[in-house]
């Protein structure tokens, strides 16, 4: 009987053991796949109790699931058992393939280690393969690999992973398992080593997808809200190519960027920053756009005009490919700009002429003297009034204008022949053939007459220092060049920086008479008609009070004469105030900046020279100017 019906059981155990190694497999989790391991053990190979003993991450191994007792399963589940106890358990008893078999006569040194572990009592055994309540068997899962199923491949365990341990209790027949039982619990402890490890794979893979999902979320909502920030922001921003042939070409502009420059966005993708920046500013550009920063410059706008900005640029990098893309915040700052005109021009303006103020006139002064003396008078008054005339001596200074064309023009021919042949086309172009006596009788005087030509008296000029400054500013010499003045009243033919110090007569009396708010209305009309009476170049000054001062540059001493008669005149006519004709009268006093002098001793050379003027004349004839 037993003989005919052992295929019959050994059918049925297989047919059973297929079936739960195929639930093996429709398990949705990791913790579904293990609960169903132990299950399966129950079901399938004819044990009543079942434990799995999962490997943590480091090394130790925890009850991860459970099966047959309910009691035991409350109990043990989720405890924690020592990687080194459960080596000292796959090192003893008997090896039957890769499972190992402690009898109860050599598991009781194992009561008291660390390894969870349930007991019944019971009878000791009456035949030798009696299951005693004290025997251990546990299947050890290995993680499958390739060599593991080759012939001739390594023995039980050596070189694989570990992956957990079942572990068996009470079988039903109360019998060691024969050879087919240790086979079918083996070959279970494969295919389930195998559902392990797919359903871990499946879990890293979720919660790969689950991250990487939560990433491309984060991503969609920082590129959105990037997007928002960009748009919507209330200054310009600006996405330019950084690198390569279209470097700085700009690939994105929001709406407030193509509002400040008034083009629509797919105009402003045709540009650049280098195309619009103006020309002036293209060197802070170009060192923004290399190094990040900030800078402040002018773009151009649609209509043609400039608009002041701010540019922020940050290079956006990537950590595998480097940098990728300029981010630039432009932010309209020409009011602030305005602004700071306007406060600068207060800062050197007179309030109520609008005039340069005395700081101003000062700083003015200053940017044309040096502390070094004048040493060769002569060879500057070559130099004036020589072939090259006022480009060689008068110098360029960027406060009164020197170098503007408007200073070669004369004051016309109502300033009389002797200034227009002194100061007009002339002196710059050299002098006419009506004038080449007057040249001869000056070259004389300068000395010029012991050269050959004239070249030959700049090349010693040039040699010696005259008129320039060769010793300052730590290079072959520098380019300042030295403001001379005339010798005497005598116009010797030497162009030089003169000052006109203008003081009102009659002011006074009018201001005390009429009150503050004629007096106002008297200078600034005064004003009016001394900036209208000088070049564009020049400067108009006011001191203080009713005192003016003139900056004429390039002038001979007949020159200063001419134009001190011809802005007296401009004074003189009467000013109409709230319907009253008032009248005032000036008295001029004419100094010469020369390097040497300080500001003040120039100002008070002009002052005192004005009050020498002023006494010279009765009061009758001051108040008629």
């Not at 959105?224 to 996405?239: D, K, L, V």
């Not at 690198?243 to 083009?263: I, K, S, T």
């Amino acid at each position: 009987m037993e003989t005919e019906s052992e295929p019959y059981v050994r059918l049925a155990t297989l047919r059973q053991l297929h079936q739960v190694v195929a639930n093996l497999n429709t398990a949705r989790s990791l913790a579904d796949t293990l609960q169903t391991v132990a299950d399966g053990v129950i079901a399938g190979l004819g044990y009543e109790l079942a434990c799995v003993n999962l490997v943590r991450p480091d090394g130790d191994l925890v009850v991860a699931a459970f099966a047959g007792s309910p009691a035991a399963e409350a109990l043990i589940t989720g405890r924690v058992g020592s990687r080194l106890s459960w080596e000292r358990r796959l090192g003893m008893g008997e090896s039957w393939g890769d499972l190992r078999f402690i009898p109860h006569t050599e598991g009781w040194v194992l009561m008291d280690d660390d390894v969870p572990q349930w007991h019944t009592d019971g009878p000791e055994p009456r035949f030798a393969d009696e299951w005693h309540p004290h025997d251990r068997l546990y299947a050890p899962m290995y993680s499958p690999t390739l060599a593991s199923v080759r012939e001739g491949g390594p023995p039980p365990g050596h070189g694989r992973e570990l992956l957990g341990v079942i572990s068996v209790d009470r079988p039903r027949n109360g019998r060691h398992p024969g050879a087919w039982g240790q086979e079918a619990l083996q070959m279970y402890a494969s295919q389930s080593a195998i559902a392990i490890s797919n359903a871990r794979l499946r879990s890293n893979m979720q919660r790969a997808l689950v991250r990487l999902e939560r990433e491309q979320q984060a991503l969609r909502a920082s590129e959105e809200s990037f997007r928002q920030a960009f748009e919507y922001a209330p200054s310009g921003m600006a996405i330019a190519e950084l690198g390569g042939d279209q470097h700085g070409r700009l690939l994105r502009a929001n709406d407030a960027l193509c509002r400040l420059l008034g083009r629509p966005s797919a105009v402003v993708r045709r540009y650049s920053f280098a195309d619009l920046v103006h020309p002036e500013d293209i060197g802070t550009l170009l060192r923004t756009s290399a190094e990040g920063g900030r800078a402040e410059l002018r773009l151009a706008r649609r209509d043609g005009t400039y608009v002041w900005v701010s540019l922020r640029n940050s290079v956006v990098a990537d950590t595998a490919d480097g940098p990728r893309f300029l981010l630039t915040h432009v932010e309209d700052i020409e009011e602030r700009k305005r602004h700071e005109l306007q406060l600068a021009h207060r800062a050197s303006h007179d309030a109520l002429t609008g005039l340069p103020n005395s700081a101003e006139l000062r700083a003015r002064l200053s940017a044309r003297l040096c502390s070094r003396p004048h040493a060769l008078r002569t060879a500057a008054g070559a130099y004036g009034g020589g072939p090259h005339g006022y480009e060689s001596q008068g110098g360029h200074d960027a406060h009164d204008g020197a170098a503007d064309p408007a200073r070669h023009q004369d004051y016309g021919p109502e300033y009389g022949a002797g200034y227009s042949r002194e100061y007009g086309q002339a002196s710059e172009y050299g002098p006419g053939p009506e004038h080449a006596a007057d040249y001869t009788e000056y070259a004389e005087h300068a000395d010029y007459a012991d050269y050959s030509d004239y070249s030959d008296y700049a090349e010693h000029a040039y040699r010696s220092g005259d008129g320039f400054d060769f010793a300052a500013g730590g290079g072959p010499y520098d380019h300042h060049v030295h403001a001379a003045a005339p010798d005497g009243e005598v116009d010797d033919g030497t162009k030089g920086l003169a000052v006109l110090f203008c003081d009102l007569d009659g002011f006074k009396s009018i201001n005390d008479r009429f009150g503050h708010h004629t007096g106002d209305a008297v200078l600034i009309e005064v004003a009016r008609r001394l900036s209208a009476g000088v070049r564009d170049g020049d400067t108009v000054a006011r001191l203080g009070g009713d005192e003016f001062v003139v900056l004429a540059d390039g002038l001979g001493a007949a020159d200063a004469s001419d134009l001190a008669v011809r802005l007296r005149n401009a004074i003189i006519p009467p000013i109409r105030v709230d319907g009253r004709a008032v009248r005032v009268g000036a008295s001029f006093g004419i100094g010469w900046a020369e390097c040497g002098m300080t500001v003040e001793e120039v100002l008070n050379s002009a002052d005192q020279r004005m009050y020498i003027e002023k006494r010279s004349r009765s009061k009758v004839h001051r108040r008629a100017g």
